[in-house]
């Protein structure tokens, strides 16, 4: 047996919220749409990860969803100029990452990073 993909589900009673964010400022594309179910995603292929955290990392709270950007500083203004309050950062980390956090249309908290 292989695992192919994990889908992280988010229960909501207002499915077009995730649109702002998740479409129109991190440009993910509307991969299936139910009505009841918005899928957003990438045609590219990922690698298959699942994270277990006892802390965030530099003694932060433990992200809900971590989003790999080709540019963490063009996703950050993008985040500010759409309204979304940033939670930290941005900050340049030891192991190797530039990050922030912000809270996405739900209250999830999420992690968007670039490795340097």
Same mark, same amino acid.
């Given at each position: 047996?292989?695992?192919?993909?994990?889908?992280?589900?988010?229960?909501?009673?207002?499915?077009?919220?995730?649109?702002?964010?998740?479409?129109?400022?991190?440009?993910?594309?509307?991969?299936?749409?139910?009505?009841?179910?918005?899928?957003?995603?990438?045609?590219?292929?990922?690698?298959?990860?699942?994270?277990?955290?006892?802390? &965030?990392?530099? $003694?932060? +709270?433990?992200?809900?969803?971590?989003?790999? *950007?080709? /540019?963490?500083?063009?996703? !950050?203004?993008?985040?500010?100029?759409?309204?979304?309050?940033?939670?930290? &950062?941005?900050? $340049?980390? +030891?192991?190797?990452?530039?990050?922030?956090? *912000?809270? /996405?249309?739900?209250?999830? !908290?999420?992690?968007?990073?670039?490795?340097?």
């Amino acid at each position: 047996m292989k695992v192919l993909r994990i889908v992280a589900n988010t229960e909501t009673r207002d499915i077009a919220a995730a649109k702002r964010f998740y479409q129109d400022v991190l440009g993910l594309d509307l991969l299936m749409d139910m009505g009841w179910i918005a899928t957003y995603g990438s045609q590219q292929t990922m690698a298959v990860q699942i994270s277990f955290m006892a802390q &965030g990392g530099s $003694d932060t +709270p433990v992200p809900d969803l971590s989003i790999e *950007v080709d /540019d963490v500083d063009a996703s !950050l203004d993008a985040m500010k100029a759409a309204g979304f309050a940033i939670e930290y &950062g941005p900050a $340049d980390e +030891p192991w190797g990452v530039r990050r922030f956090y *912000v809270r /996405d249309p739900f209250g999830r !908290l999420v992690n968007i990073l670039s490795h340097r």
